[in-house]
């Protein structure tokens, strides 16, 4: 069986400050990891995903996240964060299970709030 | 082209209408997605079609009836559908294997009288 657990439901940060967001995750085989972006009233954005490739990964609109195998984590982060970065950001993992051959399971979401 | 789209936006319908969400992408994905999203939860995965296929069907009510016509389109028809049905229903499209990372649409926000 394989999940994730966003651990902050909301976080905020300032304009210009660095954004982190938490994911851990467990996954009994080798996971594929993604983390979602969604604005107010939109469909949902792939920012980056890690695919047992390099564990560092660079996404879309500076975000990049790292994923550490010994700390079943995968956090998002940004060094600088616009107002444009407020939204739902969601956790995913997916993975073959010998059972049922496929899993895919989104974290509860974590929404981010960027104040001036 | 790097977009799914989806018809129509919005969709207000009577429990004793019958209507159809439609998706379409250019991208050349052979693997298709509908996800139904209630208010601030994240999305729930209905069915996945890989090669116009149906592959996989999360136990949804019949009243939903996915239809992939060709491997650009992915169509939703609704049937008998009870208020608790109403969300944001969205669409996805991406590379095989399955399950590798999506690309969606704006959504459909249906709305079930």
């Known amino acids: 069986a394989q999940s994730v657990t966003q651990l902050d439901s909301h976080v905020s940060v300032s304009e210009g400050t660095p954004v982190l967001l938490r994911c851990n995750y467990s996954s009994s085989y080798s996971p594929s990891l993604f983390w979602y972006v969604q604005h107010p009233n939109k469909g949902l954005q792939l920012l980056l995903k890690?695919?047992?490739?390099?564990?560092l990964v660079k996404g879309i609109n500076g975000f990049e996240a790292e994923f550490k195998k010994s700390e079943t984590s995968f956090h998002l982060t940004k060094p600088s964060a616009h107002m444009s970065d407020a939204a739902e950001y969601f956790c995913?993992?997916?993975?073959?299970?010998?059972?049922?051959?496929?899993?895919?399971?989104f974290g509860k979401g974590t929404s981010l709030l960027v104040t001036p | 082209d790097t977009e799914v789209t989806q018809t129509p936006k919005h969709l207000v319908m009577g429990m004793t209408n019958k209507k159809s969400l439609k998706c379409e992408q250019h991208?050349?994905?052979?693997?298709m997605y509908w996800y139904k999203q209630k208010a601030k939860k994240p999305p729930e995965l209905m069915f996945v079609y890989s090669y116009e296929k149906l592959s996989i069907n999360e136990s949804v009510p019949s009243r939903f009836s996915p239809e992939c016509p060709n491997s650009s389109l992915l169509n939703l028809h609704l049937h008998a559908l009870q208020p608790e049905d109403s969300a944001l229903y969205l669409c996805a499209s991406g590379p095989t294997p399955l399950l590798n990372g999506q690309y969606f649409g704006p959504g459909t926000r249906l709305t079930v009288l």
């Open positions: 991208m050349g994905h052979r693997a």
């Open positions: 890690y695919t047992s490739a390099a564990t």
């Open positions: 995913v993992v997916s993975d073959q299970d010998s059972n049922s051959g496929y899993a895919l399971n």
